[in-house]
């Protein structure tokens, strides 16, 4: 008989035995990724053993993924796929009643619950934050709908959700949700086949300009009047952070008032090195940027996700998408002015902002706004910061969106 070669791996053991023998890294160790890591929790992990192809900031391979997940990718004739990626239908919605506390109207967490008890799933990752700081993220695997509604509202940091990758494959689950954001759910994608699951859904939500802990504290110091008070936060469709603090009144900056200068290394590396604001990968994205404001915005990726969606569709109003004005030109201006870190005195920001709510871009076309504004201060980022990416890092889609724009050296 065949004599069995203890040094190799490949021939006799079977791929879940492979990941077991890594061993995942110590919080505060560098990361593969080094500055670029985004902690998304992977390397929290045995599936480490992964991480040169998974993670999305050593490979990026949203195209592959994208038609692994949704059996096909972007259509690069169509500019709406490069912006808002694969999708089936897209809308706006709002739940009919809100949930008290939630982000936005709570669609992500009613989704949640209901995928839990109607027993479609057997536990949902999410992230609740910890006792001390309701900023500090802390992922868990819930299994009650008490444990979702607790992981409601952003934690607006970097936030490892992957880290309970390891406890699912212990835990023997086969039908699980993790909700997440654009890179976490890159790095999940990569690893699906491996995490021993019968069904898998996933539940994203779109993300941009993600921060550390002590970023976080620093933007809000630099931006809220009352930073120690704030609950939430949100880049709104008015051209205006609102911050919410604690006695429910909002705080209202506008984003040209910002201090740019301040501000400018406040972002995580990752963040301004990303390319994923639509979360491409998830079956389902929840989001805010393509609606009307008040209104959640609703993209369809795949058959699984309009399961999940047409669970809750009795508890929401819906209304088709639509879109107004055109933002090239704002965005072109933009470009220099965050370039040069120029910040408008604060009468002048607030002008400009009723000015543009005005005439600006409006549901879709402010998505795009939005897109745009990001996309082209990233390139210039990963070019300056890391040319040698430029070229693989850069999704083809996200090179079309930058050339329509002239950018400086
Ligand atoms: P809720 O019912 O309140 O549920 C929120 C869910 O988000 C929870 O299940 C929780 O597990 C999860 N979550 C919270 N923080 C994180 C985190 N750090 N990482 C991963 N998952 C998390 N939408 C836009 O349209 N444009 C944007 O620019 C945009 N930026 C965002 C930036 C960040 C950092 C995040 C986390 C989200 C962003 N979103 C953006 C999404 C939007 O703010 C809402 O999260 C989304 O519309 C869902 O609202 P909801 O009321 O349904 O969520
Ligand atoms: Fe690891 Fe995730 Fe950081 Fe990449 S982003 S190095 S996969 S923890």
Known sequence: PLRENPFSMTATTPNSAKHKKAKALKP???????E????????????????????????QQIPELETQTHGRSRNLDNPDDWYFGVNQNMMAARKLQPIEGAQWT?????????MLTSGKVEGVVCVQNTKEDRFQPMPII?????????????????SPNLSVLEQIEQSGMKRLLVIGVGCQIQALRAVEKELGLEK????????????TRAGLQKFLETTSKSPDTVVHYEFMQDFQVHFKHEDGSIEKVPFFGLNTKELKDVFAPSCMSCFDYVNSLA??????????????????????????????QNQLETQS???????????????????????????????????????????????????????????????????????????????????QYTLPD
Not at 28 to 34: F, S, V
Not at 40 to 50: A, E
Not at 142 to 155: G, Q
Not at 200 to 211: K, R
Request: charged content about 20%.
């Open 28 to 34: 505060g160790t560098i990361r593969p990724a080094k």
């Open 36 to 59: 670029l890591c985004s902690e998304c929790g992977l390397c929290d992990t045995y599936y480490i053993h992964y991480v040169k192809e998974a993670c999305a900031f050593l490979n």
């Open 106 to 114: 709570g669609i992500v967490s009613t989704i949640a619950i209901e």
């Open 142 to 158: 819930a299994r009650t709908p008490e444990e979702i509604l607790a992981a409601r509202v952003n934690k607006p940091t970097l």
């Open 200 to 211: 898998l859904y996933v539940l994203g939500t779109p993300c941009v300009d993600n921060v």
């Open 283 to 312: 079956d389902l994205v929840v989001g805010y940027m393509g609606a009307p404001f008040g209104w959640q915005w609703i993209v369809v990726r795949n058959d699984r996700g309009q399961e999940m969606l047409d669970l809750v």
């Open 321 to 403: 998408v639509t879109s107004k004005g055109d933002r090239h030109q704002a965005v072109q201006q933009s470009i220099p002015a965050y370039d040069k870190g120029v910040t408008l005195p604060m009468w002048a920001a607030k002008l400009m902002g009723v000015v543009i709510e005005k005439i600006g871009p409006k549901g879709l076309e402010y998505a795009r706004f939005s897109i745009d504004s990001h996309f082209t201060r990233n390139y210039l980022y990963v070019k300056r910061h890391h040319p040698e990416k430029l070229a693989a890092h850069i999704p083809e889609f996200a090179k079309r969106i930058v050339g």
